[in-house]
């Protein structure tokens, strides 16, 4: 059986926290830039505060720097911004302004803005939900590599929501997402594989695929693995261990 997506977990995205702790200086010179109106240092000041990073969390005063650098066009600023409304972080959920923040950032190009403003449409969660309008954002994110918009592009072209169906090009971008080492898509490119649907019938790359989810602790696609084992000679089973064997050795690209 195929994976569907849960879309709403997605609005989960994390704000990256700084690789370190801002220094005494670092933070001086954002405050600095900050105040002459500089929005990457406003930006950095929201993120500062909104993990914690050098001075005491405050999600309040995050807001207050995000919103002065989303208010000038910097697309971050506004993700995260977006963020704070739609996970009701330190203010009130407002579905309407966060899909308001997330397309602004979407229309400058921010993949994960485009993604989560195809979430938002899915589930039509601050605007009316609307299939095709979600994945023309799941689309544009996609492209630019991201990996939950490719999962679930996927999945849309797999059921037909919002697209017609098309299983080959559900092939395509749950192989994009599976090369990214996303245990879902890896464990629906071997449901495709087992069944032939957008690919040619073959088990031996059934296997690997689930084998591959498997040692992600994908229960499902231990079991089926499993139960494809019983159709196979101990050749292809062995060719298929190989072929797992090389595409974690490569990061999961060329796999098979």
Same mark, same amino acid.
């Given at each position: 059986?195929?994976?569907a997506i849960?879309?709403?977990?997605l609005l989960n995205l994390?704000m990256?926290?700084?690789?370190? &702790?801002p220094? &005494?200086e670092?933070?001086?010179e954002?405050?600095?830039? *900050?105040?002459q109106?500089?929005? !990457?240092a406003?930006?950095?000041?929201?993120?500062?505060?909104?993990r914690?990073?050098g001075?005491?969390? #405050?999600?309040?005063?995050a807001?207050k !720097? !995000?919103?002065?650098a989303?208010e000038?066009?910097?697309?971050?600023?506004q993700?995260?911004?977006?963020?704070?409304y739609a996970?009701?972080e330190g203010?009130?959920?407002?579905?309407?302004t966060a899909?308001?923040w997330?397309?602004?950032?979407a229309?400058?190009g921010?993949?994960? *803005?485009?993604n #989560?403003?195809g979430?938002?449409?899915a589930n039509?969660? /601050?605007v009316?939900?609307?299939?095709?309008t979600?994945?023309?954002?799941?689309t544009k994110?996609?492209?630019?590599?991201?990996?939950?918009?490719q999962?679930d592009?996927? #999945?849309?072209y797999y #059921?037909g929501?919002?697209v017609p169906k098309?299983y080959a090009? *559900?092939?395509?971008?749950?192989?994009?997402?599976?090369?990214q080492?996303?245990?879902? *898509?890896q464990?629906?490119?071997g449901?495709m594989?087992d069944k032939?649907e957008?690919?040619?019938q073959n088990n031996v790359l059934a296997?690997?695929?689930w084998?591959?989810?498997?040692?992600?602790?994908?229960e499902?696609?231990k079991?089926?693995?499993s139960n494809?084992q019983?159709?196979?000679? &101990?050749?292809?089973i062995?060719?298929?261990?190989r072929?797992?064997?090389?595409c974690l050795?490569n990061d999961?690209k060329?796999? /098979?």
């Open positions: 059986m195929i994976k849960t879309a709403a977990l994390s990256m926290a700084f690789a370190e &702790p220094s &005494p670092e933070i001086a954002w405050r600095a830039a *900050a105040g109106g500089e929005a !990457w406003q930006s950095n000041l929201g993120q500062m505060y909104d914690g990073d001075v005491p969390q #405050n999600s309040a005063v807001m !720097w !995000w919103t002065k989303a000038q066009g910097y697309a971050e600023a993700y995260n911004l977006a963020l704070m996970d009701s203010v009130p959920e407002d579905n309407a899909v308001k997330y397309t602004k950032a229309e400058q921010y993949a994960d *803005a485009q #989560n403003l979430v938002m449409y039509g969660k /601050g009316p939900k609307d299939y095709a979600a994945v023309k954002w799941y994110a996609a492209e630019q590599g991201n990996v939950y918009a999962y592009l996927g #999945n849309r #059921n929501s919002g098309d090009t *559900a092939v395509k971008w749950y192989t994009k997402a599976a090369e080492g996303d245990a879902d *898509a464990h629906n490119l449901v594989y032939g957008g690919v040619p296997y690997m695929w084998n591959l989810a498997a040692a992600q602790g994908d499902s696609s079991s089926h693995k494809i019983e159709k196979m000679t &101990p050749a292809q062995e060719e298929a261990q072929l797992s064997t090389e050795a999961y060329n796999c /098979g």
